[in-house]
């Protein structure tokens, strides 16, 4: 259920007990049945009522009371009988009229409700109440301009009724203006006494507006008033989890599982969140929990056990519960996009775009669909593919930030770095808080050149987050890394490793950085948590680490020399020439090679001075040797990476890699002793 019709539906059901049309008491009986009702015994209060009935089948006020009494019990069509009777006797009743429409409302027959209170306004313009729920009415109608209108007449006639600020509110949020609907929530708060509700409307307002500190401190009173809400420890668990306090994320959805430990919607919002954290197989537990508590829902949790098989790069067994859950719910778009993308995953090209066509016949009209096809297919690389469904995304809704930030992913990918900063500006202006479009916008600055204003949105960036979200302190540190601000890039990469330590490339980045600083104990240190974390991707970077163990032990290995080849093509190369300059003679050297086709590992040679380079036990790992998907100008092709250590002799030295009967150019070097 949507947050703002859940919060309005509380504040209604809070609303029944005081709003209805108090019975006019015009004999004992009925002040008896209203005593009676005051302590609880509604029973007794019926009774008296159908006796005051008895004596008088005209006494349009006792089924009014009668009415009263019976919707309030939830009796509704009941009630709506008692009303049409009192009514009956007396066409000019207002507060039956007012009561009878309630009862429609709560029936959901808004429609209907809309006469009878336009009716007993009529009859009693005073009546505030009726002008509260017309209003409540028209909500449900979305007419919220209407519907903002008569909460103020209400608001008009008693000032002091915190509920109508508080539907005023939602009505105001519903239409689109959050801020003018904080400032309602605020008065509902300053007017009434302390309600757990109004703190927690106007907490989800701000969880909206990202101001979690704030949302944080709503839940938190709202939970001063009312400990026994377990809505609002979930509501605060996401508030916490977004400000990167996972571990009190947990504990607070904990607190509501302990009071309400059959609702199964939190043990999957416990997964979902265990998922985020990396805690797979805890996740995995939970999802299985809430299948137990509510089966009749199997298909979502296959599903969401398929996403974190997947996540677990499990792609076999997710695709086995993905299949479950298109089984039992073949309608839902959602399972065949997580299909296509575990296809896609198992190299399974046809039957990924199969499922991927499915969520468009099943939902042509869906903005997410489009986007979430778009994104899937752009990872294959297919980024016309990509494009078309993109385009047709934001067709369906263009002020919808995704599809226009994949879009400009795509060009910036392509090197249309224009086309790539227009959409990532556009979304920087439809969603001014969010860090990554800021992010996107600083590394195509940087991209192109343009260093201020890359920095520029590098801070903004930085600034506006209030998650674990630690890319942009990444990237920034890469600025200052390259701008040799080392020092700022030490800072930069330690906090985003404070925000997120699963990523291996704020390590591998940091310890590059330790390594200008000469510190190579944290250098070495950093490169083996970045391979423990990324394992064999992160293993070409170990040349570094190679260089920072030799400058421990006081044998320096000069910098890095970067061999590049372009296969087949012999004479594109981009060779590094120069002098080296070192306290001994080894050399750690890089081979990149990209190419139309696959190239063969065994058959790459490096040549130094035309003799082959064996790989040895001093070389880097076998596995530095790696393949990366990419494209150049729009084609695809293959990049390989071979690393190995080398000792040079005194003076000039050349060198080349061969590969079948291609050869490179020649890499002309000089050693000079210092």
């Given at each position: 259920?949507?947050?703002?019709?859940?919060?309005?539906?509380?504040a209604?059901l809070?609303?029944?007990a005081?709003?209805?049309?108090?019975?006019?008491?015009?004999?004992?009986?009925?002040?008896?049945?209203?005593?009676?009702?005051?302590?609880g015994d509604?029973?007794?209060?019926?009774?008296?009522?159908?006796?005051?009935?008895?004596?008088?089948a005209?006494d349009?006020?006792?089924?009014n009371?009668r009415?009263?009494?019976?919707?309030?019990?939830?009796?509704?069509?009941?009630?709506?009988?008692?009303?049409?009777?009192?009514?009956?006797?007396?066409?000019?009743?207002?507060?039956a009229?007012?009561?009878r429409?309630?009862?429609?409302?709560?029936?959901?027959?808004?429609?209907?409700?809309?006469p009878?209170?336009?009716?007993s306004?009529?009859?009693?313009p005073?009546?505030?109440?009726?002008?509260?729920?017309?209003?409540?009415?028209?909500?449900?109608?979305?007419?919220?301009?209407?519907?903002?209108?008569?909460?103020?007449?209400?608001i008009n006639?008693?000032?002091?009724?915190?509920?109508?600020?508080?539907?005023?509110?939602?009505?105001k949020?519903?239409?689109?203006?959050?801020a003018?609907?904080i400032?309602?929530?605020?008065?509902a708060?300053?007017?009434?006494?302390p309600?757990?509700?109004?703190?927690q409307v106007?907490?989800?307002?701000?969880?909206?507006q990202?101001?979690?500190?704030?949302?944080?401190?709503?839940?938190?009173?709202a939970?001063?008033?009312?400990?026994?809400s377990?809505w609002?420890?979930?509501?605060?668990?996401?508030?916490?989890?977004?400000?990167?306090?996972?571990?009190?994320?947990?504990?607070?959805?904990?607190?509501?599982?302990?009071l309400?430990?059959?609702?199964?919607?939190?043990?999957?919002?416990?997964?979902?969140l265990k998922?985020?954290?990396?805690?797979?197989?805890?996740?995995?537990l939970?999802?299985?929990?809430?299948m137990?508590?509510?089966?009749?829902?199997?298909?979502t949790?296959?599903?969401f056990?398929?996403i974190?098989?997947?996540?677990?790069?499990?792609?076999k067994?997710a695709?086995?519960n993905?299949?479950?859950?298109?089984?039992?719910?073949?309608a839902?778009?959602?399972?065949?996009?997580?299909r296509?993308?575990?296809?896609?995953?198992?190299?399974?090209?046809?039957?990924?775009?199969d499922?991927f066509?499915?969520?468009?016949?099943?939902?042509?009209?869906?903005?997410?669909?489009?986007?979430?096809?778009?994104?899937?297919?752009?990872?294959?690389?297919?980024?016309?593919?990509?494009?078309y469904?993109?385009?047709k995304?934001?067709?369906?809704?263009?002020?919808?930030?995704?599809?226009?930030?994949?879009?400009a992913?795509?060009?910036?990918?392509?090197?249309?770095?224009?086309?790539?900063?227009?959409?990532?500006l556009?979304?920087?202006?439809?969603?001014?808080?969010?860090?990554?479009?800021?992010?996107n916008v600083?590394?195509?600055?940087e991209r192109?050149?343009?260093?201020?204003?890359?920095?520029?949105?590098?801070?903004k960036?930085?600034?506006?987050?209030?998650?674990?979200?630690?890319?942009p302190?990444?990237?920034?540190?890469?600025?200052?890394?390259?701008?040799?601000?080392?020092?700022?890039?030490?800072?930069?990469f330690?906090k985003?490793?404070?925000?997120n330590?699963?990523q291996?490339?704020?390590?591998?980045?940091?310890?590059?950085?330790?390594?200008?600083?000469?510190?190579?104990?944290?250098?070495?240190?950093?490169?083996?948590?970045?391979?423990?974390?990324?394992?064999?991707y992160?293993?070409?970077?170990y040349?570094?680490?190679?260089?920072?163990?030799?400058?421990?032990?006081?044998?320096?290995?000069t910098?890095?020399a970067?061999?590049?080849w372009?296969?087949?093509?012999?004479?594109?190369?981009k060779l590094?020439?120069?002098?080296?300059?070192?306290?001994?003679?080894e050399?750690?050297?890089?081979?990149?090679i990209?190419?139309?086709?696959?190239?063969?590992?065994?058959?790459?040679?490096?040549?130094?001075n035309?003799?082959?380079?064996?790989?040895?036990?001093?070389?880097l790992?076998?596995n530095s040797?790696?393949?990366?998907?990419?494209?150049?100008?729009?084609?695809?092709?293959?990049?390989?990476m071979?690393?190995?250590?080398?000792?040079?002799?005194?003076?000039e030295?050349?060198?080349?890699?061969?590969?079948?009967?291609?050869?490179?150019q020649?890499?002309?070097?000089?050693l000079?002793?210092?």
């Amino acid at each position: 259920m949507n947050f703002f019709f859940r919060v309005f539906l509380i504040a209604l059901l809070n609303l029944l007990a005081v709003t209805f049309a108090f019975p006019q008491i015009n004999n004992p009986l009925i002040q008896q049945a209203n005593e009676k009702l005051a302590k609880g015994d509604t029973a007794g209060a019926l009774d008296n009522c159908g006796m005051a009935i008895s004596i008088n089948a005209n006494d349009g006020w006792a089924y009014n009371t009668r009415g009263w009494i019976r919707n309030a019990s939830g009796k509704h069509e009941e009630a709506i009988k008692d009303y049409n009777k009192a009514i009956e006797i007396s066409p000019d009743y207002a507060g039956a009229l007012f009561n009878r429409g309630v009862s429609k409302f709560m029936l959901g027959d808004y429609n209907n409700a809309i006469p009878d209170l336009d009716r007993s306004i009529s009859l009693d313009p005073n009546l505030a109440f009726a002008y509260n729920w017309r209003a409540n009415v028209k909500v449900k109608l979305k007419r919220f301009a209407e519907a903002i209108g008569d909460y103020s007449k209400c608001i008009n006639l008693n000032p002091k009724f915190a509920f109508a600020y508080l539907n005023r509110g939602l009505a105001k949020s519903l239409s689109g203006d959050l801020a003018e609907a904080i400032a309602d929530y605020n008065l509902a708060i300053s007017v009434g006494p302390p309600n757990a509700y109004f703190y927690q409307v106007r907490g989800g307002a701000y969880t909206t507006q990202k101001k979690y500190s704030e949302a944080l401190a709503d839940y938190n009173k709202a939970l001063e008033i009312d400990q026994t809400s377990a809505w609002t420890y979930s509501a605060r668990s996401t508030v916490l989890f977004a400000m990167g306090r996972k571990d009190e994320a947990v504990h607070s959805l904990d607190a509501a599982i302990a009071l309400y430990p059959s609702d199964f919607n939190l043990y999957v919002q416990k997964g979902s969140l265990k998922q985020k954290m990396g805690l797979y197989h805890e996740g995995l537990l939970d999802f299985y929990k809430a299948m137990q508590l509510q089966p009749r829902q199997t298909d979502t949790f296959y599903h969401f056990i398929a996403i974190v098989e997947k996540d677990l790069h499990l792609n076999k067994e997710a695709l086995i519960n993905c299949n479950k859950a298109i089984q039992l719910n073949p309608a839902n778009p959602d399972y065949y996009i997580t299909r296509g993308i575990i296809q896609k995953n198992l190299d399974h090209m046809k039957e990924a775009l199969d499922d991927f066509q499915k969520v468009v016949d099943l939902n042509g009209t869906s903005s997410t669909a489009y986007n979430n096809i778009g994104f899937a297919i752009l990872e294959t690389g297919m980024y016309d593919a990509a494009l078309y469904y993109l385009n047709k995304s934001i067709e369906f809704s263009p002020n919808n930030k995704f599809p226009i930030g994949n879009s400009a992913a795509i060009q910036f990918w392509l090197g249309n770095y224009e086309e790539a900063l227009k959409g990532q500006l556009r979304t920087t202006r439809i969603d001014p808080l969010e860090p990554r479009g800021f992010l996107n916008v600083g590394m195509t600055y940087e991209r192109t050149g343009r260093y201020d204003s890359a920095l520029v949105n590098y801070n903004k960036a930085v600034s506006l987050i209030v998650t674990d979200y630690s890319d942009p302190y990444k990237y920034r540190g890469n600025y200052y890394c390259k701008a040799g601000l080392y020092q700022k890039a030490l800072s930069d990469f330690t906090k985003a490793i404070e925000l997120n330590d699963r990523q291996p490339a704020s390590y591998n980045s940091r310890g590059y950085v330790y390594m200008k600083l000469k510190k190579y104990k944290e250098a070495i240190n950093d490169y083996d948590t970045a391979v423990a974390k990324g394992k064999s991707y992160y293993q070409p970077f170990y040349k570094y680490r190679e260089e920072a163990i030799a400058a421990l032990s006081g044998n320096v290995v000069t910098s890095l020399a970067t061999v590049e080849w372009h296969c087949p093509i012999d004479d594109v190369n981009k060779l590094f020439n120069g002098t080296f300059h070192a306290e001994n003679t080894e050399v750690a050297l890089q081979l990149r090679i990209t190419s139309d086709l696959p190239l063969q590992q065994q058959d790459v040679q490096l040549l130094l001075n035309e003799k082959v380079v064996n790989r040895s036990e001093k070389n880097l790992p076998s596995n530095s040797f790696f393949r990366t998907a990419s494209r150049q100008n729009g084609e695809a092709k293959y990049a390989y990476m071979y690393g190995v250590t080398v000792r040079l002799p005194q003076g000039e030295s050349a060198i080349r890699c061969i590969y079948g009967k291609k050869s490179s150019q020649i890499l002309k070097t000089y050693l000079a002793p210092l």
